[in-house]
């Protein structure tokens, strides 16, 4: 009798290692995924700011060009009132293209995040977090303890 409680518990221990071990390796393969799957997002959002940043880069260099030419416009002028006349219409010219700009910038930014959350959530649908692992884990631990008292019982 004290063979076969033996026999049957050294079974059981098995049936628990080998379960325990299924368990592990699955646990890795999804945190493994899920692993890659934040890496992706990183990269996402890098590229969003990326283009962002292209978009204000762009805007800056226009706006640089146009200042040096309107300086050597500044330069040229004769006459006080067509100074200020050239004056008046850099100003509204450069309040225009900083509204342009900021408007542009905030398109893209706008597109850069709908992008971005419409992939990052597209990607984190397929994060696993094995919770029907976990279930299956305590399904077969309430088993496996029903077993062994079973066992228990049998050898008393």
Do not use: P
């Given at each position: 009798?004290?063979?076969?409680?033996?026999?049957?518990?050294?079974?059981?221990?098995?049936?628990?290692?080998?379960?325990?071990?299924?368990?592990?390796?699955?646990?890795?393969?999804?945190?493994?995924?899920?692993?890659?799957?934040?890496?992706?997002?990183?990269?996402?959002?890098?590229?969003?700011?990326?283009?962002?940043?292209?978009?204000?880069?762009?805007?800056?260099?226009?706006?640089?060009?146009?200042?040096?030419?309107?300086?050597?416009?500044?330069?040229?002028?004769?006459?006080?009132?067509?100074?200020?006349?050239?004056?008046?219409?850099?100003?509204?010219?450069?309040?225009?293209?900083?509204?342009?700009?900021?408007?542009?910038?905030?398109?893209?930014?706008?597109?850069?995040?709908?992008?971005?959350?419409?992939?990052?959530?597209?990607?984190?649908?397929?994060?696993?977090?094995?919770?029907?692992?976990?279930?299956?884990?305590?399904?077969?631990?309430r088993r496996a303890?029903?077993?062994?008292?079973r066992v228990d019982?049998?050898?008393?």
């Open positions: 009798m004290a063979a076969e409680f033996a026999g049957r518990s050294a079974t059981q221990v098995g049936k628990m290692l080998d379960y325990s071990f299924r368990v592990m390796q699955e646990t890795t393969k999804h945190t493994t995924q899920n692993l890659d799957v934040l890496m992706q997002c990183g990269t996402i959002v890098a590229e969003g700011w990326q283009t962002i940043l292209r978009e204000w880069i762009s805007a800056t260099q226009e706006t640089t060009q146009k200042n040096m030419n309107d300086f050597q416009e500044l330069m040229q002028c004769r006459s006080i009132d067509t100074l200020f006349s050239y004056q008046s219409n850099i100003l509204r010219d450069r309040i225009e293209s900083i509204q342009h700009s900021n408007a542009r910038i905030s398109e893209v930014s706008t597109q850069v995040a709908n992008e971005t959350a419409k992939r990052i959530s597209e990607m984190t649908g397929s994060i696993s977090f094995g919770s029907e692992l976990v279930e299956q884990s305590q399904r077969n631990l303890g029903v077993e062994i008292t019982r049998a050898g008393d």
